[in-house]
């Protein structure tokens, strides 16, 4: 007899918070408003809320259903829905990529951890009492962080044996009551500082300047990045959705959860970009000098905007700490694809499993922290470690395992398991049933095709 208990998540706001928990990382909250500065503002904002709609809520259904109907990991899914089939490889594609993902996630993590804690110390601001230029201050600051000895591999250390302590507790007890604690603080802290930006002289150009669009910057470069956003930002392709729909309850409402978990996701984006923007406008950063490009957004352009403020350093402790929160409860969920794949693979406890997922992380982990220092000039095809997997990922196995997703439940699965799950076996009638099937049979695939080919040119 498996000694691999049967999860589910106990409360309807436990399961949002954590699918939410998800969701809300550094992909939103990064990744997003760099995005919104390439794409014309308001244009890609515009853009993004309709990819959701569209295409992304029902991508989110398609994993539900597949969760759901099995109570299965990412590859028992599709084993169970086609028995005789290879179809089980792409869940394993899943697995695989997730924990990719997860071999350098867990190093952004670190870095949060110690923005965190140098924000605390103080020792985040401390040149800049000398008298240095701040960009260039924390300009060099990152490069210290990032590349510096011992410290970028402890604190990822730290990040994986948080996610540990919180796995081995399971579902219940572990990600479904850190997710009840920490999303509420994450909503609160963000509503703090946007409430305190938005405040002062000269923001209203930012928020100008989010809700204004200018719809010449739209390329198609620009669309299938909107697409890759709404995609990547609702944690589709990675297996995460068919591992925690696997945990909802029967009686769970899974279109009315794909709503919510999107519009609350799209809430902490648009929370994001009325604190960035309105900040380096008011602070006099908008110029080229301060892109919000890249890795510097969060970790150069938000602590200087951080220095302008009165009380910075607790504004810093409150940002860095919202920016850990979210991190945890998404690697977290990115760590129980794999946990409970080998859990039920292998018929292990929960503790074993968990131990067995995340030991050799420490270890992979630890190599991708090292991109930035010591294995710097170790390049495969020019990429350094951390950078190569993050492309590999989420260029190329992402979409993969997206479109796989789609064209399993539309075309391969019975039509009766989307109808089945969106009704709760009949419990309910559906509106949205034909027009969800529609996108997942032939938006879905073609648009993310598309963004596979864009990926990969
Ligand atoms: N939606 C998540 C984010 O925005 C995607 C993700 C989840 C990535 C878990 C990595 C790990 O960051």
Request: overall charge neutral.
């Amino acid at each position: 007899m498996a000694k691999h208990q049967i999860n589910q998540f106990g409360t309807k706001i436990g399961l949002i918070a954590a699918t939410v928990g998800s969701a809300v990382g550094l992909g939103t909250i990064w990744r997003f408003p760099a995005e919104v500065q390439s794409g014309g503002g308001a244009a890609f904002l515009l853009l993004y809320v309709v990819c959701v709609f569209l295409l992304a809520i029902p991508v989110m259904l398609s994993e539900f259903a597949l969760g759901r109907s099995t109570r299965e990991d990412a590859v028992g899914a599709y084993r169970k829905l086609s028995p005789d089939s290879k179809w089980w490889m792409a869940g394993g594609l899943a697995v695989v990529s997730s924990y990719l993902i997860m071999c350098f996630y867990m190093v952004v993590g670190g870095w949060t951890l110690e923005y965190l804690l140098g924000a605390v110390s103080g020792d985040l601001f401390e040149p800049f009492y000398q008298g240095q230029g701040a960009h260039e201050m924390f300009n060099g600051k990152m490069q210290e962080y990032v590349s510096g000895g011992w410290s970028p591999i402890v604190n990822t250390c730290m990040i994986i044996i948080i996610n540990i302590g919180v796995l081995v507790c399971g579902v219940q007890k572990g990600i479904e009551r850190m997710s009840n604690i920490m999303m509420p603080l994450l909503y609160v802290s963000l509503c703090v500082i946007m409430g305190y930006v938005l405040c002062q002289p000269g923001s209203f150009g930012g928020v100008e300047y989010f809700f204004k669009p200018d719809f010449s910057k739209i390329t198609p470069g620009v669309m299938v990045g909107a697409l890759g956003q709404a995609l990547f930002s609702l944690s589709l392709g990675m297996g995460i959705l068919i591992t925690y729909s696997s945990y909802f309850p029967s009686d769970t409402r899974l279109t009315r959860t794909s709503v919510i978990v999107s519009v609350m996701t799209l809430v902490v984006a648009v929370m994001m970009g009325l604190i960035i923007f309105p900040a380096m406008s008011a602070f006099g950063m908008n110029d080229a000098n301060h892109c919000v490009e890249g890795t510097t957004l969060v970790f150069v352009t938000l602590p200087e905007v951080f220095m302008c403020m009165e009380g910075g350093r607790v504004w810093a402790v409150i940002f860095f700490s919202l920016l850990l929160l979210a991190a945890l409860t998404s690697t977290v969920s990115i760590a129980e694809v794999s946990v409970a794949f080998v859990g039920r693979r292998f018929k292990l406890s929960r503790f074993k499993s968990t131990l067995l997922v995340l030991l050799p992380l420490l270890l992979f982990s630890s190599i991708c922290a090292m991109s930035f220092g010591p294995l710097e000039n170790f390049k495969i095809g020019g990429y350094t470690i951390f950078d190569g997997l993050d492309t590999l990922t989420n260029n190329i196995m992402l979409p993969v395992v997206a479109l796989l997703g789609v064209i399993f439940v539309g075309w391969v699965a019975p039509r009766k398991l989307m109808r089945d799950q969106l009704t709760n076996n009949g419990a309910f009638k559906s509106v949205f049933e034909s027009a969800v099937m529609f996108v997942i049979r032939y938006i879905a695939p073609v648009v993310i095709l598309v963004i596979l080919i864009s990926n990969i040119l």
